[in-house]
């Protein structure tokens, strides 16, 4: 999760799903609705370097505090991303071990 | 002889629940001359359960337990407990328990045990049997009446672990409807260790009555606007982040399940790439919106990794209930043994079951702390994403509860482990007891503490 946060900001291009969604000749895996929304996105980030914002000036821009339920400072790992993080990802498996299981296994 | 069957737990109303509608308690008789096995015969209902008489004659009698509930036209049978006993010779001996039928309501054979000779869900004194239930199954009328669910439907497609899920009612009370979820991996173990995740009044719990018409209430299936149903809650804890493989694999199934829902969008289960560990963004006003609450738990790997059983309350706003009562080990392990006796999901010989590890996010730290200070002896660990009420109300919440600043030390006295998640160095007064970690384990850990920062260092994270 950790990896990933910033990746469709950033690094859209590379995302072999976003491939799935937008390239895909296959009508089974065509969701118009999904189509225009991530067409969408692609556009306001090309907006963005079209205004000359650099990668981390998008992502700085995007992780604003307003997002942050309880408003304060850290907003590129807020209170519900914790939830859902990791600290140990997977290169091979391309998993990550969420904390909750980093937990119960310390638990035993 | 007399014998009687009666409740064993005054804070279960067990023979008047609005579950438990239909009682046939009947015993079988067998005497040592005749060798044959006279017709089942009711026993009579009293007040407070149900006498039988037993002939002078009698060696061996079953005793058959059946409870069920009425929906409409359609019955569920919740309760079948069948158990055998010796009845010794001597009027004044008592029962002897010979073995039970371990299986599903609806098996009309099931698995005899032997080992241990008494059904766990009894408790014999002298000619008295207790019935000792806490929780029922009710898989088949829940699922009859929110099986249809987008998130249901959804979940089960995205499930990436071999796991059961059965849905269980509390009969003394709130939280009424419990998921639990069986890892295969655990299945077939002796040791079995619950955890309990006890979510927030404001994200995952639903608002329903402690009734049949609270079960029937629609926000367990359907999902509107902010307020996650209870299946959301439960697709979103389970279902594993999907890898790009499983991305693609399962890309065309369900992109046709979303294609047969109806409703607004936003109450939908969302497309598939949501269900991935990479963050999606909304476009609104002009904005890039993170979706943060779209990236799943993905719990079902952690418990199948670690041989965990899950247990996920459907919380009725933040009423703690039963959650927050003594007894909540004894209570934990009776919903473990009645899913034990009353199917095959859990199918080892015989079962040993740990003390439950409890576990919070934000808000519910009221509840969770609460409970672990009643039932301090009995917890097994403690999982705190980052909790409130740890040491200081914030305003509006609920003034008779505990502070975990109360019950960690306590626990950590007694070697149990605490686990805490999230922004603690920057907020160590809101998320660790009085301030300190001392003997707590952090996570993220102090080697990838950065992880939560901005920027990343080069090498990623």
Known sequence: ??????????????????????????????????????????????????????????????????????????????????LVGGQTFDSTSKRYRGFFHTALAAIG | MQIRVSNANRAVPLFKHFLLTRWHVTIEQRTAASGGTAPAEPMTQTNDGFTGMVDDSTRWLRLAVRASCVVGSATYELIHIKQDFNVPPRADTTLEPLGWKKGAPSDPIGLYKGIPNLHPLLALNGNNVTLDIHFVDVTDLYLDL????????????????????????????????????????????????????VMPADYGAIFYDNSLPGIRTSTHGKSAGSLQSGLETLCWTLTEPLTDERYNALLPRYVALRKTFSGPADDLPQPLHHFRGVLTYQPSSGKLVPQYWDVPMGVERAIHDEKYILMLPV?????????????????????????????????????????????????????????????????????????????????GEDRNLTFGKAVVPELLRRSVKVVVVGRYRERPRKYLPDGQADGILTLPDAANYHLLAYPLPTSGG
């Open chain 1, 1 to 82: 999760m950790v990896k990933y946060r910033y990746s469709r900001l950033v690094d859209g291009p590379h995302d072999t799903a976003l491939d799935q969604i937008l390239g895909s000749g296959d009508p089974a895996t065509v969701d118009q609705a999904t189509v225009n929304r991530e067409l969408k996105v692609d556009e306001m980030i090309a907006g963005f370097r079209r205004a000359g914002l650099s990668d981390d000036a998008i992502i700085r821009r995007v992780f604003s505090a307003e997002y942050e339920p309880d408003n304060r400072p850290g907003a590129y790992y807020p209170h519900n991303l914790i």
């Open chain 2, 146 to 197: 929110h099986g249809r669910s987008p998130w249901f439907l959804a979940m089960n497609v995205l499930r990436g672990t071999d796991r059961t899920i059965r849905i269980m009612a509390s009969l003394g009370g709130h939280p009424l409807i419990w998921y639990v979820t069986v890892p295969a991996s655990c299945a077939g173990i002796p040791k079995v260790k619950p955890a309990v995740l």
């Open chain 2, 315 to 395: 919380m009725n706003g933040g009423e703690g209930g039963v959650l927050i009562q003594p007894g909540l080990r004894k209570r934990i392990s009776n919903a473990i043994n009645f899913l034990y006796s009353h199917g095959t999901t859990l199918h080892y010989e015989s079962i040993d079951i740990g003390k439950p590890v409890l576990s919070t996010f934000s808000q519910s730290g009221d509840n969770v702390f609460t409970s672990a200070d009643r039932n301090r002896d009995d917890i097994g660990g403690l999982v705190l994403f980052e909790p409130q009420y740890m040491n200081e109300h914030l305003p």
